[in-house]
């Protein structure tokens, strides 16, 4: 599958931005899709998961409560809902997609075989 993210932009701390994440390919059902950030000289980050059905959701402790993870699979989209947005949430989102099958530690990059190509977010104080 291929995938395109958008959504991103300039808020401010408390704000809120959602993310979309767009697929094309065929069998995008059979995916489980993954949300990373990665902060300028920092490490990409998991952000969350999303299994292939849309029934379970995982995230990262640093975003729990405040981002949730959804998808519309006859739309082929993932979106990612962000809350209570802090200076720390700032730095380049991407959504990943990897057989769900495969998939044996959702926050691990090396079972995602699908990039997007990563949407801008910032966050001011």
């Known amino acids: 599958v291929q995938l395109q993210a958008s959504g991103g932009g300039l808020v401010q701390a408390g704000g809120s931005l959602r993310l979309s994440c767009a697929a094309s390919?065929?069998?995008?059902?059979?995916?489980?899709v993954a949300w990373f950030r990665q902060a300028p000289g920092k490490e990409r980050e998991y952000v969350g998961a999303?299994?292939?059905?849309?029934?379970?959701?995982y995230y990262a402790d640093s975003v729990k409560g405040r981002f949730t993870i959804s998808r519309d699979n006859a739309k082929n989209t993932v979106d990612l809902q962000m809350n209570s947005l802090k200076p720390e949430d700032t730095a380049v989102y991407y959504c990943?997609?990897?057989?769900?099958?495969?998939?044996?530690?959702?926050?691990?990059?090396?079972?995602?075989?699908?990039w997007g190509q990563g949407t801008q977010v910032t966050v001011s104080s």
């Open positions: 990943a997609a990897g057989k769900e099958v495969g998939i044996r530690y959702y926050s691990d990059t090396i079972y995602y075989d699908s």
């Open positions: 390919g065929r069998a995008f059902s059979t995916y489980a």
């Open positions: 999303v299994s292939w059905s849309g029934t379970n959701t």
